[in-house]
């Protein structure tokens, strides 16, 4: 069931910005479901899951502006998932019914020729620098594997040890979305610049981010980088060192006219814990684009993310069809490895069919 704050949260906003004859209000939602099949080596599970490379979602985004150049708005966002792809596990842990929904985004902005300013919950600075993808095959092969499949484990029928894909491989895409003050500068050209500090958890956190895109003869590129620090640091034990987890990396992508496209990542993530290990993850995909159909080919490795020497690794085959700009088709095959001294994994499948629509309207457009 929907949570009345958020609902409560969504009317104000609405009813704010859509007194004004000068409000721009826009709302919008998607539904993102499709069949997940999976085998770890030992069991296999087919299940209806949303699709959370993509997560079903509707949101309210409204302005105003104060002067020609000065605008206010809002931003209200809430994920409502039935079964999430990466909670999904092969005990029949399903998670059919919604407990509730998730706030994305509830924020409030002003934007200048100074730049942009944002306070609220929403996007660190840098979060999704390291999923730039020109590939339109990211529904289905997304940056970050873990969100499809995440809760499913590696087995070895000689061992003990098991860990579960989630626990071995992601993007590290620095932090997220949590409350947080934002700066946007004013674009250099086609260079945007954003800082960001923010409470997450109970730590603070500061992000750096920077972003670039341009179109040359022969077609078009993305790239962005990033840094985070998040101070993890309780304050329990006076003069305990500060456990601060720091982020780096960036993507780039580019697309050639002919419809061939390159697809990059790379971060670490390292904190101040000798016995935790520095974790490295790298992404390499290589695509194809011809009229509405998108395929590509991708490896992603993470290194020493739960144990020092651990080595995991996925290649994923995905295919999206962009049926309409309301619909999009898509399928993919992926098959996860994990290497560790002293234990064999058996390898798991996943593999997705599904669907996205989507849509959005302004229902104050014909105000005079």
């Known amino acids: 069931m929907l949570d009345r704050k958020y609902l409560g949260a969504s009317g104000l906003l609405l009813g704010v910005f859509s007194a004004s004859v000068l409000a721009d209000v826009t709302l919008y939602a998607q539904a993102n479901l499709g069949l997940l099949f999976a085998d770890d080596g030992t069991d296999g599970l087919a299940t209806l899951v949303d699709n959370d490379a993509g997560a079903s979602r509707f949101g309210v985004l409204a302005n105003v502006d104060l002067t020609p150049a000065f605008r206010v708005g809002a931003h209200a966002e809430f994920e409502l998932q039935y079964n999430p792809s990466n909670e999904v596990d092969l005990m029949g ?5 919604p407990e509730s929904s998730r706030e994305r985004h509830l924020s409030i902005f002003a934007r200048g020729t ?68 934002r700066y946007d500068a004013p674009k250099f050209g086609s260079l945007a610049t954003s800082v960001s500090y923010g409470r997450k958890g109970g730590n603070n956190v500061y992000e750096v981010g920077v972003r670039i895109g341009s179109q040359y003869e022969i077609g078009k590129m993305l790239a962005a980088a990033g840094y985070s620090l998040e101070d993890q640091d309780d304050g329990s034990v006076v003069g305990a060192a500060r456990g601060n ?24 993530e390292t904190d101040q814990d000798p016995a935790n290990p520095d974790s490295k993850y790298g992404l390499a995909k290589l695509g194809y684009i011809r009229g509405k159909h998108a395929v590509s080919v991708s490896y ?6 739960a144990l020092l020497d ?26 996860h ?32």
């Open 337 to 368: 490895s994990l290497k560790r001294p002293g234990v064999d994994f058996d390898d798991v499948s996943v593999g997705l069919i599904g669907a996205r629509y989507k849509f959005q309207f302004k229902p104050f457009s014909n105000q005079e």
């Open 300 to 305: 992603m490795q993470n290194n020493d993310r």
């Open 93 to 97: 842990n399903d998670h059919i019914v």
């Open 245 to 268: 987890n720091i982020t780096t990396g960036g993507s780039f992508s580019f697309l050639a006219n002919s419809g061939v496209n390159l697809t990059l990542a790379f971060s670490i």
């Open 310 to 335: 651990d080595e995991s690794s996925v290649i994923t085959l995905g295919y999206v069809h962009a049926f309409s700009e309301k619909l999009d088709l898509y399928a993919g095959y992926k098959v």
């Open 114 to 181: 100074w730049g942009k300013v944002s306070i609220g919950r929403g996007d660190g600075a840098s979060n999704g620098n390291l999923q730039r993808d020109l590939s339109g095959t990211s529904l289905i092969s997304f940056a970050d594997p873990e969100r499809i499949g995440g809760s499913i484990s590696f087995q070895d029928a000689n061992s003990t040890d098991t860990l579960t894909i989630a626990e071995s491989i992601r993007d590290q895409d620095f932090e997220h979305r949590y409350t947080r003050l």
